[in-house]
């Protein structure tokens, strides 16, 4: 399975556990077992996905001092 196929059936699992962790909470019964399991689907998909080279903060950070040096 290649990866881009893996990333879209990950994302297509955690949606599912999503609805049904949403339909739980409407009910009021406990979600403990599909939280981990969701969290445990996100970390394989973090590592799965490319990370960025530069951070975002690290950019937004350094627009602001070049809008500060052209104004």
Request: glycine fraction near 2%.
């Amino acid at each position: 399975m290649s990866t881009y196929n893996l990333i879209k059936r990950l994302y297509r699992e955690i949606d599912d556990i999503n609805a049904e962790i949403d339909m739980r909470i409407i009910k009021g019964l406990s979600y403990k077992t599909l939280s981990s399991k969701h969290r445990m689907l996100m970390e394989k998909l973090r590592a799965l996905e490319p990370q960025p080279i530069v951070s975002r903060g690290f950019m937004n950070r350094l627009a602001q001092y070049a809008s500060v040096f052209l104004m």
